[in-house]
């Protein structure tokens, strides 16, 4: 499966376009819409020069097939609108934190759990702080999620 448009929507509004390299609340250097690596493999590193939003765009492209693959391997049995949200949520704590998480084991078991929208929430946290951003992000994701195609 591919993104669609809502999981772009979510990866872009959240993230939000910044042209010079940052550190995100993690402490992580980040770049674009959130990237943190670019798509030749090289990590973002705050000595980096600007990119444009074009650019910014292109380097989302690249790096997203990684979490859609992930995605599409442990998950075959979902929607797109859950496809998405899994992929931005992948996009957002990364690959590893992604397979390791109770969120994919119960996605794994039943896709249509109610509880998974709980599973979302757990991963509000940046720096060991709850932040405002990432719990409106996960339930941007669980209600996109849980929405009926």
Known sequence: MKTGPKGIWLIEHHEEF???PYLCPAGIPTIGYGSTYYPNGTKVTLKDNPI????????????????????????????????DALVDF??????G?????????????????????????KWNKGGG?????????????????????
């Open 52 to 83: 444009t939003e074009p650019e910014s765009t292109i380097i989302m492209q690249s790096v997203l097939k990684a979490f859609e693959l992930c995605v599409t391997k442990n998950c075959p049995n979902i929607n797109q609108n859950q496809f």
């Open 129 to 149: 702080k709850v932040l405002s951003g990432l719990t409106t992000r996960r339930t941007n994701e669980a209600n996109l999620y849980f929405l009926p195609l």
């Open 97 to 121: 934190n992604f397979q390791s998480s109770t969120l994919l084991k119960k996605v794994k078991l039943n896709p249509n759990d109610l509880t998974i929208r709980a599973e979302f929430m």
């Open 18 to 20: 910044r042209s010079k």
């Open 90 to 95: 992948a996009y957002n704590c990364g690959v």
